[in-house]
């Protein structure tokens, strides 16, 4: 909650406070979250072993840190929705279903992504 006697800056830092010990919770709780770190790790680690170029950086980070986001909603959403409604309920189940189908949007994104970055590659390998 906003406190009114916070100046700008101080606000600022506060919302940050708050964002990391989001991120920590995520990560330390969520097993969804750690596979798709795992998996950004690996791309990490693909992209230094195959060199890529600056722009399939940028272009790697913004589809890893998309997946998280995807991963870190869904996760707010099923919580959330475990809060109002404890209890199976069909309604709810579908929310959930919905939810988590972004994360499955993003994951198939990410991977089409790394067949154009790194499919070629990996052939010249073979």
Not at 21 to 26: F, I, N, Q, R, S
Not at 86 to 102: L, R, S, T, V
């Amino acid at each position: 909650m906003k406190n009114p006697k916070d100046s700008f800056l101080r606000g600022r830092l506060r919302s940050l406070k708050f964002a990391l010990k989001g991120m920590w919770l995520l990560i330390t709780t969520e097993d969804s979250i750690k596979a798709q770190l795992f998996f950004g790790a690996v791309a990490v680690g693909f992209g230094l072993y195959f060199n890529i170029s600056n722009t399939e950086w940028m272009i790697q980070s913004l589809i890893i840190g998309m997946v998280l986001v995807a991963e870190a909603l869904n996760t707010a959403i099923e919580k959330l929705a475990d809060f109002v409604h404890p209890d199976y309920h069909k309604k709810i189940g579908f929310i959930k279903d919905i939810a988590a189908g972004a994360p499955s949007f993003a994951a198939f994104t990410a991977l089409i992504v790394a067949g154009f970055i790194y499919g070629q590659r990996m052939i010249e390998l073979i």
